[in-house]
């Protein structure tokens, strides 16, 4: 299984950046799927999760700015940010699990500047 992320880069406070992250391999089903995120000297926190009914769960301080979706015929997660702030700026990875096994991607850098 490989894991993919795509869409970071810089942005200015307020903005918005799109992440995707693509699954491929040997996949049945995805029955979870996270975004993590590193920022400098930490360690690596969740995100967001969504389930594969669609629930979803998100971390305090990102409610009501990102919104965790997936396309389950892709293999595909989401992750939209809005309303960005310096302190988003991270390293951002998405974690997937496949017959009770997980997988992560090799990251994307978000950075926003103010």
């Known amino acids: 299984v490989q894991v993919v992320e795509s869409g970071g880069g810089l942005v200015q406070a307020g903005g918005s950046l799109r992440l995707s992250c693509a699954a491929s391999g040997s996949i049945l089903s995805i029955d979870y799927m996270a975004w993590h995120r590193r920022a400098p000297g930490n360690q690596r926190d969740l995100v967001a999760n969504?389930?594969?009914?669609?629930?979803?769960n998100y971390v305090d301080s990102v409610k009501g700015r990102f919104t965790i979706s997936r396309d389950n015929a892709k293999n595909t997660v989401y992750l939209q940010m809005n309303s960005l702030k310096p302190e988003d700026t991270a390293i951002y990875y998405c974690?997937?699990?496949?017959?009770?096994?997980?997988?992560w991607g090799q990251g994307t850098q978000v950075t926003v500047s103010s």
């Open positions: 969504i389930t594969s009914d669609g629930s979803t």
């Open positions: 974690r997937i699990r496949v017959s009770s096994l997980y997988y």
